[in-house]
């Protein structure tokens, strides 16, 4: 009778034991060069603070976020500088303070990154877009953006429109390791604090890392829509192995055709999906569980989101 009570306790512990490492996520690994499942902080902490801006990587930071995410784009004196978009007008007062800068493109004014130079783009207020209390915020350099997260989390810039730069004679591809390298970030496990990896949605760009820099970083190549399908087959992935560590395709992409991940995963391709959002969490009740299945039921490794503070641990 006592071996069969002490048995019966042994089970409760064991199960208890189970499920709770279940919830908190202990034991679970993930494909290299993620660790465990990862939160990336899209645009920083972009859903509360002007994205790519010190303050919105700050609360990244605060926030728990594993790696960070600066977009980069070149400044007409071959600056990186963080920003999503090749212009300037959605995410700062450029209209404002240089009205007569503006080109037109297919019928809109807009002002592009690349015909200022770094001073004149650091009079721009990049803040009050989101939020009057960030008015001031300047849009921040590359460097200013490592400087804050180096020590901290991991650093995953995107190589944004590349092949636009380079016809501007532009090359963003030296730039970023120049970087990296005076920042001594350019090799795999070179500060443990501060993994990188190199994502973009250009092959081009990945190809010119891994061929002509010689990038020992991992890379990971985005894409997204109905390029996925084909791109999710066996045959597709072992196409994009060729030039790519890791797939990340939107989530959108892997919810319809899961077994791109186990098939990914099989080549020892990491997978990180993008971007999670509170306001569009899709078909599920909320952020978090939206996070939740990805990462525990479809084994996605990594994910962008806007709200760090909703990745469930
Ligand atoms: O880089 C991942 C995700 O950010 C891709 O979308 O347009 O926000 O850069 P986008
Ligand atoms: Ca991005």
Redesign the pocket.
């Known amino acids: 009778m006592n071996a069969l009570l002490l048995l019966t306790r042994i089970a409760a512990v064991t199960l208890t034991t189970f499920l709770l490492m279940g919830m908190l996520g202990v034991g679970e690994s993930a494909t290299a060069p993620y660790t465990k499942p990862t939160l990336i902080a899209?645009?920083g902490a972009s859903a509360y603070a002007p994205e790519h801006t010190l303050p919105a990587y700050q609360l990244a930071l605060d926030q728990g976020a594993d790696f960070v995410?600066p977009?980069l784009q070149i400044t007409k004196d071959g600056v990186l500088v963080c920003l999503?978009d090749l212009t300037l007008e959605r995410t700062t007062n450029v209209a404002k303070v240089f009205p007569d800068r503006a080109k037109m493109v297919r019928g809109k004014m807009t002002w592009p990154v690349s015909d200022f130079t770094l001073e004149e783009i650091r009079t721009l207020d990049a803040g009050s877009w989101k939020e009057e209390k960030y008015k001031g915020t300047k849009v921040a350099t590359f460097q200013e953006m490592i400087d804050l997260v180096k020590g901290k989390a991991g650093i995953i810039p995107?190589t944004k429109s590349p092949e636009t730069y380079g016809k501007l004679r532009l090359k963003m591809e030296p730039l970023v390791m120049e970087i990296l390298k005076k920042n001594k970030l350019d090799e795999p496990g070179a500060d443990p604090k501060t993994p990188v990896i190199i994502?973009s949605f250009s092959a081009e760009s990945l190809k010119i890392l891994k061929n002509e820099q010689k990038c020992k970083l991992p890379l990971v190549f985005l894409f997204g829509g109905p390029r996925a399908k084909e791109m999710g087959t066996p045959e597709g992935l072992a196409k994009l192995k060729e030039f790519a560590d890791g797939i990340a395709p939107h989530k959108d992409n892997v919810l319809a055709q899961p077994e791109i991940v186990t098939e990914a995963h099989k080549l020892g391709m990491s997978v990180t999906v993008w971007t999670c959002r509170a306001k569009d969490p899709g078909k599920f009740e909320n952020v978090r569980e939206e996070m939740n299945h990805l990462l525990r039921n479809l084994k996605v490794d990594a994910i962008f989101t806007d709200n760090p503070d909703q990745f469930p641990r």
């Open positions: 899209h645009r995410e977009d999503h995107e994502q």
